[in-house]
């Protein structure tokens, strides 16, 4: 049995707090803004969605002086670079920190972990998603979106990696349907972070997203080349503005999808593996959280501060994600079909 | 400086344009190719993987 804490507030929070009581094996679940209390009261740790690496490195770092595995969702590469630069702390206090455990990082690097294991060697990765901005968690999706799809991109090219501006390289990229053909582009993102670490092979990692709604998206754009001082850069202005792009379109498509092609060769010809999946928002953020959870009993002796690749088997997370409804899919191109 | 109104109004503009472009100027794409489920079945006695 697990006691897990659950920080940080918000919808996302209060919807993986009531998915995690009804799991059978934990035990407790206490959701609260900080881990200043009952941190020595529980088993397992899982962090607030924050972009500011300082207060996620404080986070976890309280956790680490308690001993206490911690999970953190959190997408952003300061944030995961931060956590990822916990690991001698962590392996000192004989304890593990996950960084990165969402949907993109997070069931993107299991999903590139699982084209991988099917080619002798991967050279490329290619991470593409698409947020829906509809539903109950718009607001913090289109929040996130707007950091993501604009400022500068870090991308792995040749093996080095070099910071180039989000929102360029314009590519229609192909998902599971309902959601199709997406016109998407250069996003910020930590896969180029934390996938070399596990695949030293990889040399060019690239993540490119967009949002299902185009008008959407070119108001948030827009929104993200707006001068940062000033009236106009002020976050209650950026929130009256986020809260105006969720309401353009009511109606967008409903569904978030992601999408990696991993090239590499096999049998000594070229190939390249695309897994995709498609869901809505809430269940991608909360599911691979509640995976985690589940999968870090397996591990009991891990430590260190790693990305979810790093120590989780890609199998057994898509099993627990297909109970969750997350299902994921091959694509088979028109080309390798049998007559 | 500009003033937000006109920023939120151009964007929308820009927002709009582009969406009507996106869907009514360019030719729909066939699918690359079909999606075949490869997920492991989840287990059907309501017990949780693992």
């Known amino acids: ?339 | 400086m500009r003033k937000p109104v006109s920023w939120i109004l151009s964007a929308a503009a820009v927002g709009a344009i582009a969406s009507f472009a996106s869907k009514r100027l360019r030719p729909p794409l066939a699918p690359e190719g079909s999606w075949k489920d490869v997920s492991v079945k989840p287990s059907t006695n309501g017990s949780q993987p693992g």
Do not use: C
């Open chain 1, 1 to 339: 049995m697990t006691r897990v804490a659950v920080l940080g507030s918000g919808g996302a929070t209060a919807l993986l707090s009531a998915v995690l009581k009804e799991d059978p094996d934990i035990e407790t679940v206490v959701r609260q803004d900080d881990l200043r209390s009952s941190v020595g009261e529980v088993d397992l740790i899982i962090g607030p969605w924050v972009e500011n690496p300082e207060e996620a490195r404080d986070t976890a770092l309280a956790a680490i002086r308690a001993g206490r595995p911690y999970i953190s969702p959190s997408s952003s590469p300061d944030v995961v670079e931060a956590l990822l630069g916990l690991g001698s702390k962590a392996q000192s206090a004989r304890t593990l920190v996950v960084a990165g455990m969402g949907w993109s990082p997070g069931i993107s690097s299991l999903m590139v972990k699982s084209a991988a294991s099917s080619l002798d060697t991967a050279t490329s990765a290619r991470v593409s998603w698409v947020a829906s901005s509809a539903g109950s968690l718009a607001q913090s999706a289109l929040s996130r979106a707007l950091g993501l799809l604009t400022g500068e991109a870090l991308v792995l090219e040749n093996g080095k990696r070099h910071a180039v501006a989000a929102g360029e390289r314009p590519e229609a990229v192909f998902f599971p349907e309902p959601v199709g053909w997406r016109m998407l582009r250069l996003a910020r993102a930590a896969e180029p972070v934390t996938l070399p670490a596990s695949f030293p092979e990889l040399k060019n990692v690239v993540v490119k997203g967009a949002l299902t709604d185009p008008l959407t998206e070119g108001i948030l754009r827009s929104a993200g080349r707006m001068p940062s001082m000033g009236p106009l850069g002020s976050p209650a202005f950026s929130d009256k503005l986020l809260r105006v792009a969720g309401k353009v379109r009511p109606n967008a498509l409903p569904w978030s999808a992601v999408r990696v092609d991993v090239s590499g060769s096999r049998d000594g010809r070229d190939e390249t593996v695309t897994l995709g999946l498609v869901d809505q928002l809430p269940n991608l953020l909360v599911a691979p959280l509640v995976a985690a959870v589940q999968m870090l009993a397996g591990v009991p002796g891990a430590r260190g501060a790693v990305g979810p690749e790093a120590i989780f088997d890609p199998e057994d997370f898509f099993s627990r994600l297909a109970y969750r409804g997350v299902r994921l899919a091959a694509l088979e191109r028109a080309s390798e079909r049998s007559p």
